[in-house]
């Protein structure tokens, strides 16, 4: 006992001397993707294709578009991600972060969009709403109802209060928490696009920014919106439950729930696969992925990856994406965008 | 009759009556929990147990050797690449040949998964002669058929089929052309996007590695540090800040191990993200509290008396230790350990920091690998969009808990067969 005891203690001790060799980094021979929870249902299954044709299969963490920045920005060598996923285009101030860390060279891909619908369970009211609505539902502080120009706390308890047409039911939204990009979507498009329907709320944003947005930005905390946290199926299987409430979620859930839930019109279009990609749907946003040049070559597979995910089988218009619940970008852009990811063209930093 | 007896007589009935609302209490907490078990296991077994089972379509699929552009069926690299969702469409197109159109074709081919293919292709490589041969052959299903078969009528309404779909597969239904098999793929694949070809081997795996690192260092770590404690220690203000602490370890977050093996493990000492050895490390640290205050209690509960004989027959205080105390603490310290483990097991805070919740399809064949354990799978299907996804999370639920029941038992067992009695 004595001395097999005196062996694991001696052997735990050479592991841990070992891993404590500062800056080790190992070599790795599959690629490492990290990035948005909205990208990942895509470039899992462009992985997992890819790794089927006799590669290593990508690992894939999802930690969210700012999550992945930060990861992906600390630099250059195989201890860092090599691609990144975002659900919005990376931010001037993540360029910077990456360039102060040595990642120089990033290629910038838009792979398709996502819209964000909102949808109740199939038993309720399919109803149709605006983005005005929408603000005047969700929001903080909302023009007094009176019709003078200032802002209340929101008064309205019933969709029938925000617009006549709308049912008499209780205003209950669930939706993602503030870490989510859906969120940040969310709130930009949709309830910001609402906000600006309102000529002397708009005319704050010249004035003061920042009083702007935390108008047009804010989300109401009376238990209206009800975080349902960062799983949008438990927000379908609420919704199911619940036919009076409305939920909040990327297009992929409602596609692959279709007879469960149905979504809203919003300003009057229906969230399909043709509006979205088309832009005629008003909630819809643009989907990336930022790849680090230094890393190809250095890590097998990766023009490999870029390659399988801009082919028209994947990302096409009847690609295998598309059958998950991706909206293709327009014929040309997609070849465009094809050209300009298989060649990793770099980014200046002008584009953002 | 005295006094007292008579004052005896008067009240036994209150306390009996007490007694028996004493005893009921106990009773009814013990009902609440078995409650509580067998709701849980309820509703995950009526969730979970459809995804054991999986459907198949029998199709006579042709290697045709054009269609699928392989000449040599021994090139690794052709195989690879061969059509074989092509061979698939012919032979569904030869099954239904009154089906015309883009669209319909696209709708008639999604009934058979994107996995037959490999299946088609792993097949070819085992025997080269079946190029140009046709062999009637059982195919894995889309899930989406898959879900519809196995519905029931009302159920079939909400389907994501669509009417033509439904009526093949329901033709297909009919004629025994397709049938129910034990979902195999489920014990013997890694993680896919699609449900009909996602297991939990991968996650199976990526626990046992983390396990087996977390048990090499925290069982000695954590004997050896009971024993010092118990045995050699001074007992002055030092090592009681050292208990303090060590009790205070064992309530913190776990997350907080995460953050720590994130800047340190990872940050610092340079390992790789995702693997089961910074996995293993991490959950040492949260097992480490468990292990040592287990075993100090396993320690102390050896009667003194032992010690002193042995002391009174020359053995030396490490030898008392060595050839007395520890193996008659041994097995409360093993129990310790395996709770420790089972804990351990089910944990994925911590992991989350590390970059061990990923999609991770390749199978982990050392702690040195990629991988993902049991609960992060867990996370990972009940938030996939696919609607068979639930299911699939019930099953590996259930697979997590058999596992901690093993671990469980097997703690009761062993204390129970090397306990001593004094």
């Known amino acids: ?352 | 009759m005295s006094e007292t007896t008579e004052k005896v007589r008067k009240t036994l009935a209150r306390r009996y009556r007490a007694e028996k609302r004493f005893k009921a209490f106990g009773i009814g907490s013990i009902a609440i929990g078995l409650m509580a078990l067998v709701l849980l296991f309820t509703d995950i077994i009526g969730k979970g147990h459809s995804a054991f089972v999986e459907h198949e379509i029998q199709l006579p699929i042709t290697f045709d050797a054009e269609v699928l552009d392989i000449s040599n069926p021994r090139d690794e690299d052709e195989l690879n690449y061969g059509n074989y969702q092509g061979v698939i469409r012919d032979a569904l197109a030869e099954r239904f040949p009154s089906v015309e159109g883009r669209q319909d074709t696209r709708a008639l081919n999604q009934l058979v998964s994107t996995g037959a293919g490999y299946a088609l292709r792993d097949m070819l490589r085992e025997d080269p002669s079946l190029l140009g041969e046709t062999r009637t052959l059982w195919l894995l299903a889309d899930d989406d058929v898959d879900l519809f078969l196995k519905a029931n009528e009302k159920q079939r309404e909400d389907s994501r089929l669509n009417a033509k779909q439904r009526e093949w597969v329901a033709e297909l239904e009919a004629s025994g052309e397709t049938r129910v098999v034990f979902n195999q793929s489920l014990f013997s694949y890694g993680d896919s996007r699609e449900p009909e070809q996602a297991g939990i081997l991968g996650a199976i795996l990526g626990s046992l590695f983390t396990m087996i690192v977390t048990l090499v260092l925290s069982f000695p770590i954590g004997v050896a540090a009971a024993v010092y404690l118990e045995e050699f220690a001074p007992k002055n203000k030092f090592t009681d800040f050292i208990e303090v602490n060590i009790n205070n370890l064992a309530a913190v977050p776990s997350i907080i191990f995460g953050l720590l093996g994130l800047a340190v493990i990872i940050g610092l000492f340079g390992l790789p993200r995702s693997v089961p050895l910074v996995g293993g490390i991490v959950l040492t640290l949260m097992t480490l509290p468990t292990i040592i205050i287990s075993s100090r209690a396993a320690i102390k509960a050896v009667p003194p008396s032992i010690r002193q004989a042995a002391l009174g027959l020359g053995a030396s205080k490490m030898q008392v230790v060595l050839h007395h105390v520890l193996p008659l603490a041994l097995p409360g310290m093993l129990t310790g350990a395996i709770i420790g483990m089972a804990q351990a097991l089910g944990e994925t805070a911590p992991l989350l920091m590390i970059g061990m919740v990923a999609f991770i399809v390749d199978l982990p064949a050392g702690p040195l690998d990629a991988a993902t354990v049991l609960p992060v799978q867990i996370y990972l299907w009940a938030d996939s969009p696919e609607q068979s996804f639930e299911a699939l999370a019930s099953a590996a639920i259930m697979v997590l808990l058999a596992f901690l029941i093993t671990m469980n038992t097997l703690a009761v067992v062993l204390r129970k067969r090397l306990e001593r009695r004094w």
Not at chain 1, 5 to 25: C, D, E, F, Q
Not at chain 1, 43 to 62: D, H, L, M, Q
Not at chain 1, 253 to 262: A, I, K, P, S
């Open chain 1, 1 to 352: 006992m004595n001395f097999k005891m005196k062996a694991t203690l001696a052997g735990a001790a050479a592991a841990l001397a070992m891993a404590s060799v500062p800056g080790t980094a190992m070599a790795r021979d599959t690629i490492s993707i990290v990035g948005s929870s909205t990208v990942y249902p895509f470039a899992t299954v462009v992985a997992e294709r890819f790794g089927r044709t006799g590669n290593a299969t990508p690992k894939i963490e999802s930690t969210g578009s700012g999550g992945g920045m930060k990861l992906f920005c600390q630099g250059v060598g195989t201890q860092h991600p090599d691609i990144t996923n975002a659900s919005r285009r990376m931010k001037k101030s993540e360029f910077e972060l990456c360039q102060s860390n040595g990642v120089k060279d990033i290629t910038e891909v838009k792979v398709g969009y996502d819209g964000i619908v909102i949808a109740n369970s199939v038993k309720g009211e399919q109803i149709d709403l605006s983005l005005r609505d929408i603000f005047l539902a969700l929001a903080k502080d909302v023009p007094n109802p009176d019709g003078s120009e200032e802002l209340v706390a929101n008064p309205y308890k019933t969709w029938k209060e925000v617009n006549p047409a709308l049912p008499n039911t209780k205003i209950e939204v669930l939706g993602p928490p503030p870490t989510s990009g859906t969120r940040d979507a969310f709130n930009e498009l949709a309830i910001e696009g609402g906000c600006k329907t309102f000529p002397w709320l708009k005319a704050i944003k010249d004035e003061d920014k920042s009083k702007y947005k935390a108008i047009c930005r804010s989300v109401r905390e009376d238990g209206a919106y009800v975080e349902a946290g960062e799983n949008d199926n438990l927000i379908v299987q609420k919704l199911e439950k619940n036919p009076a409430a409305y939920g909040v979620f990327g297009y992929s859930f409602l596609d692959q729930n279709r007879g469960v839930v149905q979504a809203a019109n919003v300003d009057g279009v229906e969230p399909t696969f043709d509006a979205i990609g088309s832009g005629d749907y008003p909630v819809s946003r643009s989907l990336f992925f930022y790849v680090k040049k230094a890393h190809v070559g250095v890590v097998p597979g990766i023009e490999g990856y870029v390659k399988e995910f801009t082919s028209e089988k994947a990302w096409g218009n009847n690609g295998y994406l598309s059958e998950k619940g991706l909206i293709p970008l327009g014929d040309d852009l997609r070849k465009s965008m094809a050209k300009q990811a298989r060649s990793l063209k770099s980014m200046t930093g002008e584009e953002l």
